[in-house]
T-cell receptor
């Protein structure tokens, strides 16, 4: 158990809909990362937040957005869903900004199926 | 873009050491080598990381060549549960994100 909690574990929704994925980082971690893993793309970095602020942005579509709240949990919002958005979405967290290391730890992911 | 090269797949007999190579010939002086693995569709699991010196923990050993252009992850006594995709990543200590390549699919055979 990495200590990173993601909900829901599985989600099935229709094209055009909007969903929200939630992530609670490990206790004490200030950074949250979102990754997408689809069959043909591997693990793709989407976005990182550090202590509530966006820190880095990767291959995140404009239909997707994220935020990190004052209690440090994060949400990834996916809208106008398309079949190709079906994937595993992972959240990871790290301490960041300290000298104790910046290893990131992943949650178990949220399976999104768009039908 | 991933800065590492790994073989796409490897087999290892159960109980034997699994040696997974990684080439990172363009690594810079402040970049670390990290190893993660992903068992089936579970979340990637941190294994080990190092800068120059060899490292060992309860899961594995990391051997980095003197010129730092390549490294080897060693699982000393592979079990069936070590069957997974292993990712080698290089990044600075406070780098913004981890870039995952396709990794090496290790199959531990009974």
């Amino acid at each position: 158990d990495s200590g990173v909690t993601q909900t829901p574990k599985h989600l099935i929704t229709a094209t055009g809909q909007r969903v929200t994925l939630r992530c609670s980082p490990r206790s004490g971690d200030l950074s949250v990362y979102w990754y997408q893993q689809s069959l043909d793309q591997g693990l793709q970095f989407l976005i990182q937040y550090y202590n509530g602020e966006e820190r880095a942005k990767g291959n995140i579509l404009e239909r997707f957005s994220a935020q990190q709240f004052p209690d440090l949990h994060s949400e990834l919002n996916l809208s106008s869903l398309e079949l190709g958005d079906s994937a595993l979405y992972f959240c990871a967290s790290s301490v960041a900004g300290t000298d104790s290391g910046n290893t990131i730890y992943f949650g178990e992911g949220s399976w999104l199926t768009v039908v | 873009d991933a800065k590492t090269t790994q073989p796409p797949s490897m087999d290892c007999a159960e109980g034997r050491a699994a040696n997974l190579p990684c080439n990172h010939s363009t690594i810079s002086g402040n970049e670390y080598v990290y190893w993660y693995r992903q068992i089936h569709s579970q979340g990637p699991q941190y294994i080990i990381h190092g800068l120059k010196n060899n490292e060992t923990n309860e899961m594995a050993s990391l051997i980095i060549t003197e010129d730092r252009k390549s490294s080897t992850l060693i699982l000393p006594h592979a079990t069936l549960r070590d069957t997974a995709v292993y990712y080698c990543i290089v990044r600075t200590f406070y780098g913004q994100n981890f870039v995952f390549g396709p990794g090496t699919r290790l199959s531990v055979l009974p």
